[in-house]
């Protein structure tokens, strides 16, 4: 008897980066943080009481959603919480598209798992090229046919960002078609188009935990945008799961939203980190698109993306390398300290000679 499903059978789905643990590693493959979470987080952590986990947690984090309309300058029903960015990534497409007429439109590089979460539910999908240099063709974004738009920005795996401006002209241009941003790197960035989503109805814009706050291990991420986009959400939440953020995660990340002092200090510092690392990479012949992210998108040296993923895994440096046309050229370095930076820097040098 065949008990799995053709779609469980066909599917491809999402590879998500190495979690190794056979030995210790410098990590800078899944662009977590550098950076410990901040004392106040840690703080909250221990001072949770464990008696309250017998409770199931509040089904709509309606604290950590003023927390973060607070931090955001939106009210709490312009905010949707759930169990990493990925799950409100994934429950916008059964809300916000249909799976006959047109579906969803999204570069050829970007985040991979758009594609995957489309094949799950059934959405038709339609491919735009980046330019050759990585940046985004808006025009012709705007000109095709489509339900709406997924755009990371900065995107992954490239890092490449977009102005709010720039945005704000495309949202402006495609008033009847959705614009589903996610800002999953947007404090490396600066350019939230958190704003437009009080002035334009079209705008999603979709955040996480997981990088400028330290936080990837809670899994919480969140949407922001009017009440009628963000009701939707929480339809497809209640068909899936009433309490996809569990009690300590809204603790904790009630507690990180709190702490804006701590986490732009570190923000600062992985910026920082970020332009030496550039300016390195560049020098030992990398081509490197401007980061505007937490990580660097490094290729077209005098080594292929798979030997210099190869040889760093060898001497304990975790990267990302994909083995597709265009990727298999690069490396996806996550900015880490100094120290981890230093110790890369040295191994390319070495693999480079
Ligand atoms: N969007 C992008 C562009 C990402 O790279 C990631 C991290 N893999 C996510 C969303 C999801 O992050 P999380 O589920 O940890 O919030």
Do not use: H
């Amino acid at each position: 008897m065949q008990f799995i499903s053709k779609k469980a059978r066909a599917i491809a789905p999402y590879t998500a980066g190495e979690q190794l643990r056979d030995r210790t590693y410098i990590k800078l493959n899944t662009n977590e943080n550098p950076y410990p979470p901040s004392l106040r987080v840690q703080e909250a952590l221990a001072a949770f009481p464990a008696e309250e986990l017998r409770r199931y947690p509040r089904p709509d984090a309606d604290l950590l959603r003023a927390a973060i309309a607070g931090q955001e300058g939106v009210s709490p029903e312009n905010v949707f919480c759930g169990n990493g960015s990925d799950e409100v990534l994934a429950l916008s497409f059964p809300a916000f598209f249909d799976t006959d007429g047109a579906g969803a439109c999204f570069a050829d590089l970007t985040y991979s798992f758009y594609e995957v979460f489309a094949s799950f539910f059934g959405i038709p999908v339609t491919i735009v090229p980046l330019r050759g240099d990585f940046t985004f063709d808006l025009d012709a974004l705007a000109r095709t046919v489509c339900r709406g738009y997924y755009i990371a920005n900065p995107n992954a795996p490239t890092g490449v960002g977009i102005g709010r401006a720039e945005m704000e002209r495309f949202v402006a241009d495609v008033p009847e078609k959705l614009v589903i941003l996610d800002e999953a790197y947007m404090d490396f960035f600066g350019e939230s188009c958190v704003p437009l989503t009080q002035k334009y109805e079209n705008v999603l814009v979709v955040k996480t935990f997981s990088k400028s706050y330290s936080l990837a291990g809670i899994r919480c991420g969140y949407a922001v945008g009017n009440a009628r986009l963000i009701a939707a959400l929480c339809r497809m939440k209640d068909c899936f799961n009433s309490y996809p953020v569990d009690a300590v995660a809204q603790a904790v990340c009630t507690a990180a939203v709190q702490d804006k002092a701590y986490y732009a200090g570190v923000t600062q510092a992985v910026i920082s980190e970020r332009t030496r690392l550039q300016g390195a990479l560049r020098e030992l012949g990398f081509t490197v698109p401007e980061s505007a992210s937490n990580f660097l998108f490094a290729g077209r040296a005098r080594a292929g993306g798979r030997e210099i993923y190869t040889r760093l895994k060898e001497a304990g440096i975790l990267v990302r390398f994909w083995d597709k046309p265009v990727l298999k050229d690069f490396v996806r370095i996550t900015v880490g300290t100094a120290a981890e930076n230093d110790a890369l820097i040295a191994q390319l040098k070495q693999i480079l000679s």
